[in-house]
């Protein structure tokens, strides 16, 4: 099974693709979509969608996962990454490939072991679980190689 993860922003949306093959997982290719504070929202998504689309084309992943909007204090923040969590919805569906959503409180109960990890916890476990050498940058696509690991745990399990 290959997996796109996507942590979705307006500003840097992540994305990390893994191959799942039972318990072995396997980093196929990670980075992130950025778009300038100074573009308006609608071409922003555009770039966004564009750049999703290709990496869909390119890797031919199997599943896409998306991590949940959860409450943010900040509405305005809150907006826009749900317009991102859109589009990645929007090119996963249109692919036809699987659409799986998670919370972040389970993606880090997935990877960590421990809903309440912090960020560094997270991309450690990322690190290792992918026997990599080096924590992957930026930190958005750190989070949605965590994503898509928390996928392969959860679709491991669902499989037993």
Same mark, same amino acid.
Request: include cysteine; charged fraction near 20%.
């Given at each position: 099974?290959?997996?796109?993860?996507?942590?979705?922003?307006?500003?840097?949306?992540?994305?990390?693709?893994?191959? !799942?093959?039972?318990? =072995?997982? #396997?980093?196929?290719?990670?980075? +992130?979509?950025?778009?300038?504070?100074?573009?308006?929202?609608?071409?922003?998504?555009? #770039?966004?969608?564009?750049?999703?689309?290709?990496?869909?084309?390119? $890797?031919?992943?199997?599943?896409?996962?998306?991590?949940?909007?959860?409450?943010?204090?900040? &509405?305005?923040? +809150?907006?826009s990454v749900g317009q991102a969590r859109g589009?990645?919805?929007?090119?996963?569906? #249109?692919?036809?490939?699987?659409? $799986?959503?998670?919370?972040?409180?389970?993606?880090?109960? +997935?990877?960590?072991?421990?809903?309440? =990890?912090?960020?560094?916890? &997270?991309?450690?476990? &990322?690190?290792?679980?992918?026997?990599?050498? $080096?924590?992957?940058?930026?930190?958005?696509?750190?989070?949605?190689?965590? &994503?898509?690991?928390? $996928?392969?745990? !959860?679709a491991r399990y669902r499989n037993l």
């Amino acid at each position: 099974m290959i997996i796109l993860g996507v942590d979705p922003g307006t500003a840097i949306t992540g994305y990390g693709l893994i191959e !799942s093959d039972g318990d =072995a997982l #396997q980093m196929m290719d990670y980075g +992130a979509i950025t778009t300038p504070a100074d573009w308006a929202m609608p071409r922003r998504l555009v #770039q966004i969608y564009r750049e999703l689309t290709a990496l869909i084309a390119k $890797h031919q992943p199997t599943d896409a996962v998306v991590e949940k909007l959860f409450f943010s204090k900040n &509405v305005r923040t +809150a907006l826009s990454v749900g317009q991102a969590r859109g589009v990645a919805l929007l090119v996963a569906a #249109q692919a036809q490939i699987a659409i $799986h959503e998670y919370t972040p409180l389970e993606i880090k109960q +997935a990877v960590v072991g421990y809903g309440r =990890a912090d960020k560094n916890q &997270v991309q450690q476990m &990322v690190k290792l679980l992918l026997q990599i050498d $080096h924590v992957p940058h930026p930190d958005d696509a750190a989070d949605a190689l965590a &994503v898509a690991i928390c $996928h392969a745990h !959860s679709a491991r399990y669902r499989n037993l």
